[in-house]
């Protein structure tokens, strides 16, 4: 039932993800993109990564999600009232293509089964009892993977200023 489920959250993760680029609108391509975070939230859950799970909803589903509707909302990027969700059926396409496109790949790459194969859930209980849940993230994030936390943060940073930039061109 697990491995149902995973498969199906990772199919809408993927699927969100491809609708979230393709569609028209700045609006649902972010309630994609929400349903594309929800969906990872659910495989932390069946992971049993909980916190994760949280901080995944609480923070990019929730505070950064609001965050990016108030900037499309703000910088009015015009009203094409084109709607991108009514046609369900390039949807239920593009989700079943990325869930076979996601079980191909992990057949390929052999993947099932790699997290229990590398011990990651003992892995992890070992680190919450050690440093409990923040520090089992905060840790590992802030000593070994800086870098590339702060290059996401640039990245981020420049995404925005970048879209500032293009709207304010309209205006």
């Given at each position: 039932?697990?491995?149902?489920?995973?498969?199906?959250?990772?199919?809408?993760?993927?699927?969100?993800?491809?609708?979230?680029?393709?569609?028209?609108?700045?609006?649902?391509?972010?309630?994609?993109?929400?349903?594309?975070?929800f969906?990872?939230?659910?495989?932390?859950?069946?992971?049993?990564?909980?916190?994760?799970?949280?901080?995944q909803?609480?923070?990019?589903?929730?505070?950064?999600?609001?965050?990016?509707?108030?900037?499309?909302?703000?910088?009015?990027?015009?009203?094409?009232y084109?709607?991108?969700l009514?046609?369900?059926?390039?949807?239920?396409?593009?989700?079943?293509?990325?869930?076979?496109?996601?079980?191909?790949?992990?057949r390929?790459?052999?993947?099932?089964?790699?997290?229990?194969?590398?011990?990651?859930?003992?892995?992890?209980?070992?680190?919450?009892?050690?440093?409990?849940?923040v520090?089992?993230?905060?840790?590992?994030?802030?000593?070994?993977?800086?870098?590339?936390?702060?290059?996401?943060?640039?990245?981020?940073?420049?995404?925005?200023?970048?879209?500032?930039l293009?709207?304010?061109?309209?205006?």
């Amino acid at each position: 039932m697990i491995e149902l489920l995973w498969w199906v959250f990772a199919a809408l993760a993927i699927g969100g993800g491809i609708a979230m680029l393709m569609s028209r609108t700045p609006v649902a391509s972010l309630l994609f993109l929400v349903l594309t975070f929800f969906s990872l939230s659910a495989i932390y859950v069946l992971l049993g990564a909980y916190f994760i799970a949280a901080l995944q909803v609480i923070v990019y589903a929730g505070a950064i999600m609001v965050l990016f509707l108030f900037t499309i909302m703000l910088l009015n990027l015009g009203h094409d009232y084109r709607n991108d969700l009514r046609g369900a059926g390039w949807i239920i396409v593009a989700f079943t293509a990325a869930g076979v496109g996601a079980w191909a790949v992990s057949r390929a790459f052999g993947l099932e089964g790699a997290l229990v194969d590398r011990g990651g859930a003992e892995r992890i209980d070992a680190a919450v009892t050690e440093l409990n849940a923040v520090g089992a993230i905060a840790m590992p994030l802030f000593r070994d993977y800086i870098v590339p936390f702060e290059l996401t943060s640039i990245l981020l940073l420049v995404a925005i200023i970048g879209a500032v930039l293009l709207a304010k061109r309209r205006v």
